[in-house]
């Protein structure tokens, strides 16, 4: 049974530079999303696409940031011109369907802006 | 917009003892109610979720929770801790509502056990 896999798990950069972050999702799962946790917080939601539409924003995503799923598959999540506020776990997660369908989460990504 | 809120941010029990972490939520409608878990440098687990029916739900590793409409409440239990249990803990709502996907978490619960 194939997770969700998240790449990198850990980025260190300097302020300024521009990530980019994969998500994998479960294969036949047509909903994915990406949630930020911060140290001490719970995750809190970015953005949320169904196959490759991007259908929800949060007003936590800034213009420096974007997300995409160009094959209704895999996402990428840039954010450019990191800031030190930035530095937080970037969290994955995709599910079969909608409602009460269990979202499963990858193992998150440790972005640390210097 | 539905909020969260986790009681206690640390709890300390000792091995053997209950563990009881308490969730309330907000919201006008009562939405899908959520408990993961999330072990040290790892992503979130599913420990189990009320959505319809029975309010009395239980879900992995000896975990229970139940529903309570009048309270707004959804208090996850355990009646005995084991020291693998350590990790923090997070309520989380969905809307029922079709258009509603995202998880609203709360701030969660540290489980700290005690040999």
């Known amino acids: 049974d194939t997770g969700v896999s998240q790449d990198p798990r850990h980025k260190i950069t300097k302020r300024g530079q521009n990530v980019t972050f994969r998500c994998d999702p479960i294969?036949?799962?047509?909903?994915l999303y990406w949630y930020r946790q911060t140290l001490g917080q719970g995750p809190e939601f970015l953005t949320y696409?169904?196959?490759?539409?991007?259908?929800?924003k949060s007003r936590l995503l800034s213009d420096r940031f974007s997300a995409e799923r160009p094959k209704g598959s895999f996402s990428t999540l840039e954010i450019q011109r990191t800031e030190q506020g930035d530095s937080a776990m970037y969290l994955c997660a995709s599910s079969l369907g909608a409602g009460a369908d269990t979202q499963y989460f990858g193992p998150g990504t440790r972005l640390t802006v210097l | 917009a539905q909020s969260v809120t986790q009681l206690g941010s640390h709890v300390s029990v000792s091995e053997g003892a209950l563990v009881l972490l308490r969730c309330n939520y907000s919201?006008?409608?009562?939405?899908?109610l959520f408990w993961y878990v999330q072990y040290p440098n790892q992503g979130l687990q599913l420990l189990l979720k009320?959505?319809?029916?029975?309010?009395l739900v239980k879900g992995i590793n000896g975990f229970e929770a139940e529903f309570k409409k009048s309270e707004t409440s959804f208090h996850l239990t355990k009646p005995s801790a084991h020291m693998s249990d350590a990790a923090e803990y997070f309520c989380a709502v969905k809307p029922l509502e079709a258009a509603g996907n995202k998880l609203t978490f709360g701030g969660g619960t540290r489980v700290l056990v005690k040999p």
């Open positions: 294969s036949e799962h047509n909903r």
């Open positions: 696409f169904q196959n490759e539409a991007q259908l929800e």
């Open positions: 009320y959505t319809t029916g029975a309010t």
């Open positions: 919201s006008s409608v009562p939405p899908y």
